[in-house]
């Protein structure tokens, strides 16, 4: 075994110790399940701490699949079988406040429109699939970037953003300021930030170990939207985001993700 060979399939070993013991391990735990020398376990945890793909559980020197690793898990499930979970929830929230329904997802880089569903007699198109959806601006980037770690959040602040109305928050404080009531309240708000006119509501879906790496919304016009009351909307969009967390993490629903126990009792982690 080459030298590349091996260090990667060390670090291979101990991933797939971690991912078939949902409980965590001691790194004593490690060693007996891997048969790797105590310095090269100690080594390569610390090494996998270090990117995020593996994390102690509640403080404690027992070792779990890290979020980092759960994300990319995330992002490697097919358009197809995310659509297949996501359609019947949404169905559920146009059917009852009669405008668009959807469901971004977090690239690392982006939060893009992974999924949506219009009425039937809806004229124009407010969110269509692939579309880049601005962290700053839009409830749905609000609501998957204000969960995500501190230097993620600065990372997006330190870049250039858009003004796109009167009313988007540009400036790194009003938008810190703007992500803080976003976990306080557990939801994101876009009124005439992006388009005048346009009102819209997301939620996060906590995914356990994973953190929020989608959210389901509504978009309308505005005029339009405020004819239901905001508490029932969010009530509405957090059971949504409840039903499919749960979905996903279910065996019969998304098998590929249940594969992965850590995301059914991973410790959930939040900044």
């Known amino acids: 075994m080459d030298e590349s060979g091996g260090i990667l399939s060390r670090y291979a070993l ?54 980092r690793l759960l994300r990319l898990l995330h992002l490697g499930i097919s358009p197809a079988s995310v659509t297949s979970l996501v359609r019947p929830i949404l169905e559920d929230l146009v059917a009852r406040f009669h405008e668009t329904a959807f469901l971004a997802k977090f690239t690392g880089d982006n939060v893009e429109t992974a999924f949506m569903l219009a009425p039937e007699d809806e004229q124009r198109s407010l969110v269509y699939p692939g579309r880049v959806m601005p962290m700053h601006a839009t409830a749905s980037g609000k609501s998957i970037l204000a969960f995500q770690a501190a230097d993620v959040i600065e990372g997006y602040l330190e870049a250039p953003r858009e003004r796109y109305t009167e009313a988007t928050r540009v400036s790194a404080q009003a938008i810190r300021a703007d992500f803080a009531e976003v976990r306080r309240r557990g939801y994101g708000i876009c009124d005439n930030e992006m388009e005048p006119g346009v009102l819209s509501y997301a939620c996060p879906v906590h995914l356990d170990g994973a953190g929020v790496v989608y959210s389901i919304g509504l978009v309308g016009v505005a005029v339009g939207l405020r004819q239901h009351e905001e508490t029932d909307v969010v009530a509405a969009l957090t059971d949504a985001a409840a039903r499919f967390a749960a979905r996903m993490r279910s065996e019969d629903e998304a098998p590929f993700v249940a594969a992965v126990p850590a995301f059914a009792t991973g410790e959930h982690i939040t900044p």
């Not at 490690?30 to 376990?41: E, K, N, Q, S, V």
């Not at 080594?43 to 994390?55: I, S």
């Open 14 to 67: 101990i991933l797939e110790s971690l991912a078939a013991a949902p409980e965590g391990l001691s790194l004593t735990e490690i060693i007996a399940a891997t048969g790797l020398p105590r310095g090269t376990a100690h080594r390569l945890v610390g090494a996998l701490m270090g990117v995020g793909y593996v994390v102690r559980q509640g403080g404690r020197k027992i070792y779990v699949l890290g979020p």
